[in-house]
């Protein structure tokens, strides 16, 4: 069972009545004004107000129901607090307001916007309420959602939201899906299908075609498992494009800790590793299908992090795509080594004009930035100052971590190596130095890199994927 999101230019009265559920959401200053909203879903001004007032919006939001004519109706209050860190939109509080129609075979959605800036986080926080996988065998009838964004009286649909409602459910689905169907020949093939529907070219770098091609951290994370890891790379090339986006993804389908194992209550969950790479993917798919004016390069870093006889063990030493050598001193510090070679490779071949990265890659970042914003790493202020104006506005909102190579360098010390892959020090800003591994790799003449942990926000309270970095990636994109 899926429910398709239908995007309307109005809330036709046919629209308000002819569905089994309908929901409005908005602050409650604009739902107390809203008599044409109120009088189109045939609700008294008597039954209105008292919904009003049994919610309590608090810091999450709050909704109240009534059922007119055997129609459900809904009352979202979105909370009024709202600091300068966050999105001004609410967007936090969207996905739990829209699950109290989510279930309905037929509603609509009224999202009345504070401002009309505000439509592109509503939209993208009402598709991370409605997932696509569903893992049951039970027989259940598809359902409909009609979502209508208004600022006043005035209808909003911004250009290319329906494809960036589309690239959040993507990038969702995948992070859902189990490793035994999204293994990593799997994610290749998803890639292989949007390449195909957009017109998109694609390559794809495999097993050991990695290693003879100097793929040392990509190859040596994945060559123990069954699917063998790969590095896709998506190109969108527009006529006349002056700007060149690219965008690395950490695809660890699976990640076990190698040989540095993890527990078995920290492991479960870990399909979402790939939070990345399906935010990169999703996000992709996007711009394709919009049709974007720049270029980008979208590279997916896929490798199953497993145990067996082929297992890389802690000493191992690898070499990198950049040419730099890697002792191992912790299996599980794995994400860093296959985001190191895309970054390498994409800047040597591709020298793209902004470099993004997008990886669950530490459990430090929850500490650092917490479970709604993603930690930032960024080597140019311009590139981090717009991901922190673009997280805000379309309700991804990020954070800065310090950016200062040369206090962190000093944590990957090897007697042996070029450096270590795990820091020596864990109390000295882990999620910075995580970054700073990945910048290790990049050439002297480096575009402008920013790197996004987005360990917290990629899984919401029920462990589903969210699709966080879609929006954020394609509002850094659209850049001028």
């Excluded at 942990?453 to 029920?462: E, I, M, R, S």
Aim: with cysteine; proline share 5%.
């Amino acid at each position: 069972m899926s429910t398709e999101i239908r995007l309307s230019a109005a809330p036709t009265p046919e629209l308000l009545t002819d569905v089994t559920a309908a929901m409005v959401i908005g602050r409650a200053e604009l739902l107390r004004g809203a008599d044409a909203v109120r009088e189109g879903l045939g609700v008294s001004a008597d039954t209105w107000a008292a919904l009003l007032e049994r919610t309590k919006a608090g810091d999450a939001g709050a909704s109240a129901t009534t059922w007119v004519g055997g129609r459900k109706v809904v009352l979202g209050v979105l909370p009024e607090p709202c600091s300068r860190h966050n999105s001004p939109s609410r967007a936090w509080a969207i996905p739990g307001l829209v699950k109290a129609v989510a279930s309905e075979k037929n509603a609509v959605l009224l999202h009345l916007l504070s401002s009309a800036e505000h439509a592109v986080a509503a939209g993208l926080a009402t598709a991370r309420a409605l997932p696509l996988f569903d893992g049951t065998s039970s027989d259940k009838e598809d359902r409909v959602l009609t979502v209508v964004l208004m600022d006043g009286d005035t209808p909003v649909l911004p250009a290319g939201l329906r494809e960036a409602m589309d690239g959040v459910r993507l990038a969702a689905r995948l992070f859902d899906t189990p490793t035994n169907i999204l293994h990593t020949d799997g994610f290749v093939g998803e890639a292989e299908a949007v390449a195909a529907r957009t017109g998109s070219g694609i390559e794809v770098i495999r097993g050991e075609d990695l290693r003879d091609q100097g793929f040392g951290g990509l190859y040596g994370v994945g060559k123990a498992a069954r699917n063998p890891p790969a590095l896709v790379v998506l190109r969108h090339r527009p006529d006349g494009a002056s700007r060149h986006v690219a965008w690395v993804g950490k695809g660890v389908v699976y990640d076990t800790g190698g040989l540095s194992l993890k527990s078995s209550g920290g492991m479960s969950g870990m399909k979402g590793d790939m939070g990345g790479a399906a935010a990169v993917l999703g996000a992709f798919a996007a711009a394709a299908t919009e049709g974007v004016d720049y270029a980008i390069t979208a590279v997916l870093c896929l490798a199953e992090n497993a145990i067996g006889p082929d297992a890389q063990r802690p000493d191992d030493i690898v070499t990198m795509k950049s040419g730099k050598t890697v002792e191992l001193n912790n299996t599980d510090a794995e994400g860093r080594l296959c985001l190191a070679d895309g970054v390498a490779w994409v800047c040597e071949a591709e020298k793209p004009d902004v470099l993004v990265d997008c990886a669950t890659l530490t459990g430090a970042a929850l500490v650092a930035t917490g479970k709604t914003h993603g930690a930032l790493y960024c080597n140019d202020e311009a590139l981090e100052q717009r991901a922190l104006t673009v997280g805000r506005a379309v309700g991804e909102p990020t954070h800065a971590l310090p950016y200062a190579p040369e206090l962190f360098r000093k944590e990957f010390k090897s007697v042996v190596a070029d450096m270590r892959n795990s820091v020596k020090d864990r109390a000295n800003a882990q999620s910075s130095c995580a970054g700073q591994f990945i910048g290790n790799h990049l050439p002297e003449d480096a575009p402008a890199w920013l790197h996004v942990d987005l360990a917290g926000p990629a899984w919401n309270a029920d462990g589903r994927g969210t699709g966080y970095g879609v929006g954020l990636l394609l509002g850094i994109g659209a850049a001028d």
